[in-house]
């Protein structure tokens, strides 16, 4: 299957005599880095690996292999790399945890945007395509004034199991398929917030603002979005499917029980979160805006997971991240506080609990995550 992949994309070109420093020059430049961190992912690395190579050679695939011990995700990372050496790379490192790999990626990438593409994700070919054309547009714009910091697309909720697909689209939000400024920014819904499966940023733009994920911790993809905003300029809104992520396995770091038992790592995450900037100094307002809602789903992720752990120990730890909040930061602990949010995580005593519960399983069903 891989032979006949890699004629497909090569049309019966191989490339397999070319030895390192011969390789290392098809990387100097390309359109898109794709970052893929795997972590004993042998049993669906393949899949998604296959869906980037449709790409073809404006594409960098790097393949993060995060000390993978239990499987052959090396090895398979290697064949590829050996099958399509103007394409992928392989990259072997000590385990780090996700944000090493990412940190990894924005360090090795050729590309001139960036994206990450998590191993048991997968991308659509045709939505690809369609990427891969505005971002050749502004690869190397005339100004500053024309240049992409950030482009956004729609992702898929590829759930297990599941009859009907949620989409997260962004059309309430923003124009499409124009670069804009945060002053554009329309209407951001409740539940609808940019994610990393959403994002390509322009690389530079990533290693100016100093973005350096912690390592050794889960969900710092959060941090991966929200770091980089105030440095983002100019966006461009495409609105396509383009991003399938899938939801399903019991081992997942967003099933919720495997997320109740790292609710130490949400709420370390949404701390670090909350210190990264003075929001009254963030300008323009809409982006303002924007980071306090991210911030405000952030404390309602891990007051929900201390409220559906019903254990006392978690309930004290949600208490203390809303006084952490308050002590840090009380305009924002008011803000937030007296949100809606803030008062369905704070409802009081056991019934108060039950009530926020009753409601975070009807949202649950209809968006579609788990």
């Known amino acids: 299957m891989l032979k006949g ?5 090569h049309k019966g070109l191989y490339y397999n005599h070319i030895t390192i420093p011969e390789r290392s020059q098809f990387f100097l430049m390309k359109l898109l880095s794709i970052a893929i961190p795997c972590y004993n992912s042998a049993a669906y690395m393949e899949n998604c690996i296959r869906s980037l190579l449709v790409g073809g050679e404006d594409v960098e695939i790097l393949i993060i292999d995060d000390g993978s011990t239990k499987d052959n995700t090396a090895a398979i990372a290697d064949e590829y790399e050996h ?22 990626g924005i360090r090795e990438a050729a590309g001139t945007f960036f994206k990450v593409v998590d191993s048991d994700d997968w991308v659509n070919e045709e939505a690809f395509q ?18 992409l910091d950030m482009l956004v697309s729609n992702f898929v909720y590829e759930k297990q199991g599941a009859k009907r697909k949620k989409v997260m689209n962004y059309r309430t939000a923003f124009p499409k398929n124009q670069l ?15 994610l990393m499966h959403s ?12 973005l350096e994920l912690p390592r050794h911790t889960f969900y710092v993809d959060n941090i991966f979005v929200y770091h980089p905003l105030p440095h983002v300029r100019k966006l461009y809104y495409l609105d396509v499917n383009f991003y399938r992520y899938f939801i399903g396995r019991n081992d997942q770091s967003v099933n919720e029980q495997v997320m109740i038992g790292r609710i130490d790592q949400q709420i370390l995450v949404t701390k670090l979160m909350l210190g990264y900037y003075d929001l009254g100094k963030i300008r323009p307002r809409k982006l303002r805006h924007y980071m306090m809602q991210y911030l405000e ?21 949600k208490k203390e991240l809303w006084q952490y909040l308050r002590k840090q930061n009380f305009p924002l602990y ?16 056991k019934s108060g609990r039950k009530i926020f519960s009753v409601c975070y399983k009807i949202t649950q069903k209809f968006y579609g995550f788990n």
């Not at 992949?5 to 994309?9: D, W, Y």
């Not at 369609?130 to 240049?147: G, K, M, N, T």
């Not at 008011?334 to 005593?349: D, E, M, S, T």
Request: aromatic share 10%.
């Open 199 to 210: 994002v390509i940023y322009r690389t530079s733009m990533l290693r100016n603002c100093g």
């Open 334 to 349: 008011l803000r937030l506080r007296w949100g809606f949010l803030g008062q369905g995580v704070n409802l009081p005593g």
């Open 297 to 317: 789903i952030m404390m309602t992720i891990s007051s929900m997971l201390a409220i559906r752990s019903n254990d006392p120990e978690n309930f004290k730890k």
């Open 83 to 104: 099958l399509y050496p103007s394409i992928c790379r392989a990259i072997h490192q000590e385990n780090g945890g996700h944000g090493s790999a990412v940190n990894t």
């Open 180 to 194: 804009f400024t945060w002053e554009d920014v329309r209407f951001f819904m409740k539940g609808q917030y940019i």
């Open 5 to 9: 992949l890699h004629l497909q994309i």
């Open 130 to 147: 369609q990427i891969l054309s505005v971002l050749r547009q502004y690869q190397e714009p005339a100004s500053d004034d024309e240049a």
